[in-house]
C-alpha cells in the first residue's frame, strides 16, 4: 500500500517558471489538501478538496492552482514561481466526514526558488 | 479564524516524562490531533481527541478540555528517538462545509541523554 505519493522530492526553480507538484493517494480518501511548511510557520493549508470536481481554497492560495479531475489525484501548479514560494510542500489525503480520521501526509517536496 | 498555541521548543532527559500544552481558540471544532514530525520527513499521527478527558497510547497520552481550549500531549519515558517537533492540529468546520485541519507551528522537543 503505496499511501500518498508526492512527486518530485525535490525542486529548484527559476522565478516566473511554472511546474506542477503530484500528489496521488491510493487509499479511495475522498478529502486532499496541500500545506506549505515554512520555519517558524508551520503547516499553512494551501488549497483543499473534498472529492472529484471539487477544490477550494485555504489560508494561502495565491499563486497557486489545484484541479481535482479523479479521486486518486490532486495536482498543486505555481503559475510563474516567486522566491517567496520557496518551502516544503505536503500533500495528505483522509476520509471525509466525522471521526478521528487522520490526515496521511506524502513525504514532501522541497522547493527552492531562485 | 482559528489561532493555536503551543510552545517553540522544549528540553527533556531521557527516560523521564514531558508534557507539551496546546491552546487554541475556534469555532466549529470537530477534534484535536497531535502529529509527530522528525526532521526532513512527513507528519505522523499520533493522537485523536474530540471529547473531554484522557487517551492514552502505550507511552503517548493526549487530553482534551474542550472548554478551556486546552490540550497536552504526555510523552512517558523518553528516549532519544522522541527528539522530533510535535504538532497540534485543530479541526474545525469552515462556512463552506468541510472540516479543514489547522496546524500549530510546533514544538521542537529536544531529548538529552
Known amino acids: 500500500n503505496a499511501g500518498v505519493t508526492q512527486t518530485p522530492k525535490f525542486q529548484v526553480l527559476k522565478t516566473g517558471q511554472s511546474m506542477t507538484l503530484q500528489c496521488a493517494q491510493d487509499?479511495?480518501?475522498?478529502?486532499m489538501s496541500w500545506y506549505r511548511q515554512d520555519p517558524g510557520m508551520g503547516l499553512r493549508l494551501i488549497h483543499y478538496?473534498?472529492?472529484?470536481?471539487?477544490?477550494d481554497q485555504g489560508e494561502v492560495p495565491n499563486g497557486y492552482n489545484v484541479s481535482r479531475s479523479t479521486t486518486e489525484d490532486f495536482p498543486l501548479r505555481l503559475l510563474s514561481a516567486a522566491p517567496s514560494q520557496t518551502s516544503v510542500y505536503f500533500c495528505?489525503?483522509?476520509?471525509?466526514?466525522?471521526?478521528?480520521?487522520?490526515?496521511?501526509f506524502g513525504q514532501g517536496t522541497r522547493l527552492t526558488v531562485v | 479564524g482559528q489561532n493555536i498555541d503551543q510552545p517553540t521548543e522544549m528540553t527533556a532527559t531521557e527516560g523521564a516524562i514531558v508534557q507539551i500544552n496546546c491552546t487554541y481558540q475556534?469555532?466549529?471544532?470537530?477534534?484535536l490531533f497531535w502529529y509527530q514530525q522528525h526532521a526532513g520527513e512527513a507528519p505522523t499521527f499520533l493522537s485523536y481527541?474530540?471529547?473531554?478527558g484522557l487517551e492514552e497510547k502505550g507511552r503517548f497520552s493526549s487530553f482534551l478540555s474542550r472548554s478551556k481550549g486546552y490540550s497536552y500531549l504526555l510523552l512517558k519515558e523518553l528516549q532519544m528517538k522522541d527528539s522530533a517537533s510535535y504538532l497540534c492540529?485543530?479541526?474545525?468546520?469552515?462556512?463552506?462545509?468541510?472540516?479543514?485541519?489547522?496546524f500549530g507551528k510546533g514544538t521542537h522537543l529536544i531529548i538529552q541523554p
Open positions: 475556534t469555532s466549529g471544532f470537530n477534534g
Open positions: 481527541n474530540v471529547l473531554d
Open positions: 495528505a489525503s483522509r476520509t471525509q466526514g466525522t471521526g478521528g480520521t487522520e490526515a496521511f
Open positions: 492540529a485543530v479541526r474545525a468546520y469552515s462556512g463552506g462545509g468541510a472540516d479543514g485541519l489547522t
Open positions: 487509499m479511495n480518501h475522498e478529502y
Open positions: 478538496s473534498v472529492g472529484a470536481g471539487i477544490t
